[in-house]
């Protein structure tokens, strides 16, 4: 019986990985958005976006599987509630990631503003969603409170994308609109 659960985790674990692999995607794609305005890569995040919620709806159900059949206790049950925790923040990320996105692409470019301060925080949160998973998955300790500790690295991020924001509105106050949404897609990313 122990096989069977072992092996039911084992899928919830690859499900996981898979899951966040394609949040990384997405946050990639929404950069590139961002970086780019490119139209086609929106495709590709409604896509990803389906897959991600297909993704969601098939590790929830695992999880109520385990829950129902195997009756876990004690670690167990805690690996599982944090599984179904998770996976309803990487939707959410996911949902973030195609926001940016759909912003981005109605967003008239603003001439002279430099994006390098949303650049390093979009690597940042994406090394940030692809490390979480693999600490989950590990059970790894110590790559969790490293992933807890850079959470202050995008939140100052954010700061300095804001505080660029602010500086090229009051320079450039004719894409105040445009620079808005981009603080919106840096408040996104924080999240």
Same mark, same amino acid.
């Given at each position: 019986?122990r ?28 950069? /590139?958005? &961002?970086?780019?305005?490119?139209? +086609?890569?929106? !495709?590709?995040? #409604?896509?990803?976006?389906? @897959?991600?919620? =297909? ?9 109520m ?12 049950l ?44 979009? /690597?940042? &949160?994406?090394?940030?969603?692809? +490390?979480?998973? !693999?600490?989950? #998955?590990?059970?790894n300790? @110590?790559?969790? =409170?490293?992933v ?35 603080m919106?897609?840096?408040k996104?990313?924080?999240?």
């Amino acid at each position: 019986m122990r096989n069977r659960f072992d092996r039911q985790l084992l899928k919830l674990n690859q499900e996981m990985i898979d899951m966040g692999s394609l949040c990384e995607e997405m946050i990639t794609a929404a950069a /590139k958005i &961002v970086a780019t305005r490119d139209k +086609e890569l929106m !495709d590709d995040i #409604v896509t990803m976006e389906e @897959e991600i919620n =297909q993704k969601e709806r098939d590790i929830e159900r695992i999880c109520m599987k385990l829950l129902m059949q195997q009756q876990p206790v004690a670690s167990d049950l805690r690996v599982i509630s944090a599984a179904m925790k998770m996976v309803s923040d990487m939707e959410r990320i996911g949902d973030q990631a195609a926001d940016i996105a759909e912003i981005v692409i109605h967003t008239e470019l603003m001439d002279g503003y430099n994006s390098a301060h949303i650049k390093k925080m979009t /690597k940042a &949160v994406s090394k940030m969603v692809t +490390e979480s998973v !693999d600490a989950f #998955v590990g059970s790894n300790l @110590e790559l969790a =409170q490293d992933v807890i500790n850079r959470d202050d690295e995008v939140d100052d991020l954010f700061i300095e994308v804001n505080n660029d924001l602010i500086k090229y509105i009051t320079e450039n106050p004719q894409n105040a609109s445009a620079a808005l949404d981009l603080m919106m897609t840096s408040k996104y990313l924080e999240r």
